[in-house]
């Protein structure tokens, strides 16, 4: 089993992963290991000064660092320093938690996008990768505090399988692949007119 390690960000961190390319770069370093800047910006379709521009702001909040074990001064590699980032809007207050929710509405059209690629591409993947593949949703009646407590236990077990997994960026067995769970929760909120 591996340690996972977490960061929780401060409110200046909070601000500079609201941008939804600085996301996106952490995201690939977690998910697949150190990268330069030219190859992010090729990835996203970004200019070279651009990506090196985000990648030194993650830097800065101590989100990324040079892998000095790779490469040169002219060709830079970074990569992540934890392995997931954990906010909780509902204990910020005033500027942190409106920096957290900007942030959680860059993670969410993250997911969405991620899950209409998954959709997209669904033809091409083999069998047993589509059977594994879901789309579902569960509106249960709860209290808050039943709520709370499925949420928990949900994420204790994704936090076991992740700390059971190789460590992202590492060579995977035969028949592997990164696997995503979107974990989504929250008071069901009627579809009608005004929320389509």
């Not at 500079?16 to 190859?39: C, D, F, N, W, Y």
């Not at 509902?90 to 929710?101: S, V």
């Not at 879901?134 to 709370?148: H, N, V």
Request: proline share 7%; glycine share 6%; no cysteine.
């Amino acid at each position: 089993m591996r340690e996972i390690k977490s960061v929780i960000p401060n409110l200046q961190a909070l601000k500079a992963l609201a941008h939804p390319e600085r996301l996106k770069m952490l995201g690939i370093l977690r998910l697949e290991g150190p990268q330069t800047a030219t190859t992010l910006a090729q990835r996203l379709g970004l200019n070279s000064g651009a990506t090196s521009y985000h990648l030194r702001q993650l830097a800065a909040h101590a989100l990324i660092e040079a892998d000095e074990t790779r490469g040169n001064k002219r060709d830079r590699w970074w990569r992540a320093r934890h392995d997931s980032t954990v906010i909780e809007p509902a204990d910020m207050e005033g500027k942190a938690q409106d920096a957290g929710m900007a942030m959680l509405q860059a993670v969410i059209a993250q997911h969405a996008a991620a899950a209409q690629g998954a959709h997209d591409r669904f033809h091409s993947l083999p069998a047993e990768w589509q059977h594994a593949q879901t789309f579902s949703d569960f509106t249960i009646p709860l209290s808050a505090e039943r709520a709370q407590a499925l949420m928990d236990e949900i994420e204790a077990i994704l936090w076991k399988a992740k700390e059971n997994a190789p460590a992202p960026g590492s060579p995977l067995p035969k028949g592997w692949r990164p696997f995503t769970v979107h974990l989504h929760g929250f008071p069901y909120v009627p579809v009608d007119k005004d929320n389509p």
